[in-house]
């Protein structure tokens, strides 16, 4: 039984700093892929950064690259999502999201297990 629990969200201003968690219960890390996706009401949900447990590849959508950092705590099973110089437009609900088998990472379908989401807002 996979669950993924978030923490981390909130409210910041333009430029500041955000960190998401997202801890793994029952993920086998060493064989699974975990990622972000975000979503804002009426959207379609965006692949945002992920992240192969076993090798450590990483991925990011180019709206993001330079500015968010996913990284793994191996032995915690948690990721994280650390966010620098928000924009408004990356407000939205954050996902944390979790399979074994994943061919494209930034994909929503490639996925099977999902966490609960947590609101980030950048005011301007």
């Known amino acids: 039984q996979v669950r993924l629990v978030e923490s981390g969200g909130g409210s910041v201003e333009a430029g500041g700093s955000l960190r998401l968690s997202c801890k793994g219960l029952?993920?086998?890390?060493?064989?699974?892929?975990m990622g972000w996706f975000r979503q804002v009401a009426g959207a379609e949900r965006e692949g945002v950064a992920a992240?192969?447990?076993?090798?450590?590849?990483?991925y990011y959508a180019d709206s993001v690259k330079g500015r968010f950092t996913i990284s793994q705590d191996y032995v915690n099973k948690t990721v994280y999502l650390q966010m620098d110089n928000l924009r408004p437009e990356d407000s939205a609900v954050y996902y944390c999201?979790?399979?074994?088998?994943?061919?494209?990472?930034?994909?929503?379908?490639?996925?099977?297990?999902w966490g609960q989401g947590t609101q980030v807002t950048v005011s301007s």
């Open positions: 999201a979790s399979s074994s088998e994943v061919w494209w990472p930034l994909q929503q379908r490639e996925y099977n297990y």
């Open positions: 029952g993920v086998v890390f060493g064989s699974y892929c």
């Open positions: 992240i192969y447990t076993g090798g450590g590849a990483t």
